[in-house]
């Protein structure tokens, strides 16, 4: 019965999240983020790099011919309603490749390696460097990439 008050609700039935896949590592956007804030966590996460590969879940805006996008991700305030697009403390250079995929916008599933580059003032940001960016439809926790 529960599934049917949900269809006449238009309620979204929760999608179940992808299996790891070998030699991949899962990361959620906020971890990504604070990773570039901590000296030792950046080593430990170069040192994963080299073996292994990073995936991340995000929302995307970008023009098709940048070289770099930001992701975003949904931030909560009271209530699932009120969820507003922040962006993202990450980049993601794209894939070189034509046949890698450049989504314009929406949901995106991105594998690729982290690294992280210092501004002028200093600060770390964590830029992570996509071998393949695949459309999805979205995550199964939308707030939690």
Do not use: H
Request: proline share 10%.
């Amino acid at each position: 019965m529960l599934p049917i008050v949900f269809f006449l609700l238009k309620i979204p039935w929760p999608q179940v999240d992808e299996p790891p896949e070998p030699g991949v590592l899962s990361l959620k956007q906020t971890e990504a983020e604070k990773i570039a804030a901590d000296q030792d966590a950046r080593d430990f996460w170069k040192k994963q790099m080299e073996t292994q590969d990073a995936r991340l879940l995000g929302l995307m805006e970008a023009d098709r011919s940048a070289q770099v996008a930001t992701l975003w991700r949904l931030q909560i305030n009271c209530c699932y309603a009120d969820a507003v697009p922040v962006e993202a403390k990450l980049d993601v250079e794209m894939p070189s490749e034509p046949n890698a995929g450049r989504p314009k916008k929406g949901w995106v599933k991105i594998i690729g390696k982290l690294d992280f580059r210092q501004s002028p003032r200093g600060e770390y940001r964590t830029l992570m460097k996509a071998k393949s960016v695949t459309p999805i439809s979205g995550p199964a926790n939308p707030l939690d990439p």
